[in-house]
T-cell receptor, first 118, second 112 residues
Framework: KAGVTQTPRYLIKTRGQQVTLSCSPI?????VSWYQQTPGQGLQFLFE???????NKGNFPGRFSGRQFSNSRSEMNVSTLELGDSALYLC?????????????????FGPGTRLTVT | EDKVVQSPLSLVVHEGDTVTLNCSYE??????LLWYKQEKKAPTFLFML????IEKKSGRLSSILDKKELFSILNITATQTGDSAVYLC????????????FGKGTLLTVNP
């Protein structure tokens, strides 16, 4: 099975711009989670989507949004970029969490998108 | 707010040493605890622990969970330079809130 893919791998934007990141989960995985990773804060949960619905959201401002399509692919959007948004954005997919199969809580991460805001 | 604290933050050892990494947590409606290894790329899954006292083992790595004291340890025996990485611990809530909370990780450096 192909792993989780994320595009683009690297991105440089300037303050005030917006950016859209894409994530394709492992085939058959319906849950997609997004994380921001920075040296100071570590891995922080942004949101999780399942069947095109956002089921959970972390403590990030409304400038961070996402969506999921019917094929489980997900996009994350950040508007009005700030310097502090520079980070590695990781996407992770899992099978069908919450359905009683403990193994479905295993998350498989993509390689990430390295966003630099100048 | 859920909290995951890993210690030590960093560790330097020599090949062949045994290391123990710690993860303590405070989470509402705890479901499971996961360990990941992150080198210069995406985290890779190591273990998921749900029940207390049951050791999970994979080669030289093993992990155990104590739900009474709210912590887990990850042991690596006979360390190799390839074990150098950041080791991340995360907890999952139960119920309909599927959310992983990660610790800040332990940076392990194994010198030859």
């Amino acid at each position: 099975k192909a792993g989780v893919t994320q595009t683009p791998r690297y991105l440089i934007k300037t303050r005030g711009q917006q950016v859209t990141l894409s994530c394709s989960p492992i085939s058959g995985h319906r849950s997609v989670s997004w994380y921001q990773q920075t040296p100071g804060q570590g891995l922080q949960f942004l949101f999780e989507y399942f069947s095109e619905t956002q089921r959970n959201k972390g403590n990030f401002p409304g400038r961070f949004s996402g969506r999921q399509f019917s094929n489980s692919r997900s996009e994350m959007n950040v508007s009005t970029l700030e310097l502090g948004d520079s980070a590695l954005y990781l996407c992770a997919s899992s099978f069908v969490p919450g359905q009683g199969a403990y193994s479905s809580y295993e998350q498989y991460f993509g390689p990430g998108t390295r966003l630099t805001v100048t | 707010e859920d909290k995951v604290v890993q210690s030590p933050l960093s560790l330097v050892v020599h090949e062949g040493d045994t290391v123990t990494l710690n993860c303590s947590y405070e989470v509402t409606n705890f479901r499971s605890l996961l360990w990941y290894k992150q080198e210069k790329k995406a985290p890779t899954f190591l273990f998921m622990l749900t029940s207390s006292g049951i050791e999970k083992k994979s080669g030289r790595l093993s992990s155990i969970l104590d739900k009474k004291e709210l912590f887990s340890i990850l042991n690596i025996t006979a360390t190799q330079t390839g074990d150098s990485a950041v080791y991340l611990c995360a907890v999952i809530r139960g119920g309909s809130n599927y959310k992983l909370t990660f610790g800040k990780g332990t940076l392990l450096t194994v010198n030859p």
